[in-house]
């Protein structure tokens, strides 16, 4: 039998960013979402001339040239649950083979997942990040092109199963950042689990697509604002 082939865009040896401790992260080509602040277009295509074709040992040679200094392996995108066979395999392996008993296995996610996905995927899985864009359905699918319903509905999902690492929060001034919005959204957050982690992103300019290159930025006094509007509807872990 022909062995499993994932589709690579780019990997990172070494990262303190994409979940707990130091990990490596592999972010796997194809998206479902066409984000307009995207910062990685370049992953959105299923298909690239310029990905890399891994196989399940290929990927594990990465894994274990940064061993002496990673706790863990992050999948990320584009949107790694568009290859979950794959994912579902090599954290799999991840588990099963003693060298890497210490590595934890990370899911960096744009929750536009089905359950059927996570219920593959959660027996091997030990966290998952998951961005939340808007809260309102109708600008959502202006940000990302799509519905926020799955998105939500896996925040619940992964929840319920103590999988949720964090959820995080891009923000962007005058698009999804008020403070309505932002007590919206940490007020259904708190529904779900009242010890939710959550994560503000803010929104950066540079090397985004065209369309978002002239939106604003954050200030300290609106980082400081958006914090605030969080706290206020009860967010309690906030980073």
């Known amino acids: 039998m022909s062995p499993l082939l994932s589709r690579i865009a780019d990997h990172l040896p070494f990262t303190w960013v994409d979940g707990p401790g130091n990990r490596i992260v592999f972010f796997f080509q194809g998206c479902n979402f066409d984000c307009v602040a995207c910062h990685n277009p370049q992953t959105i295509p299923l298909q690239s001339v310029h990905a890399h074709t891994w196989s399940i040992d290929e990927v594990l ?17 584009g949107e790694a649950t568009l290859q979950h066979e794959f994912v579902a395999q090599l954290f799999s392996r991840i588990h099963t083979e003693r060298e890497f008993a210490h590595l934890t296995t990370f899911v960096d996610s744009n929750g536009h997942v089905t359950p ?81 982690r959550v994560k503000i992103n803010h929104f950066h300019a540079h090397g985004t697509r065209a369309p978002a290159r002239d939106w604003a930025e954050a200030d300290d006094e609106r980082k400081d604002r958006n914090r605030a509007a969080l706290l206020a509807a009860g967010v309690e872990n906030l980073c």
């Open 116 to 196: 059927d996905v996570w219920d593959e995927l959660t027996p091997v899985t030990d966290g998952v990040m998951v961005d939340l864009k808007a809260l309102d359905d109708d600008l959502h699918r202006q940000l990302t092109g799509q519905s926020n319903e799955l998105v939500l509905a896996s925040i619940r999902h992964l929840a319920r199963l103590g999988l949720l690492y964090e959820t995080r929060l891009l923000l962007m001034p005058e698009v999804n950042d008020s403070d309505e919005q932002l007590q919206a959204v940490g007020a259904w957050l708190m529904a779900v689990d009242p010890e939710m």
């Open 61 to 77: 040679d990465r894994i274990r040239a940064s061993m002496p200094y990673i706790t863990g392996v992050t999948v990320s995108g």
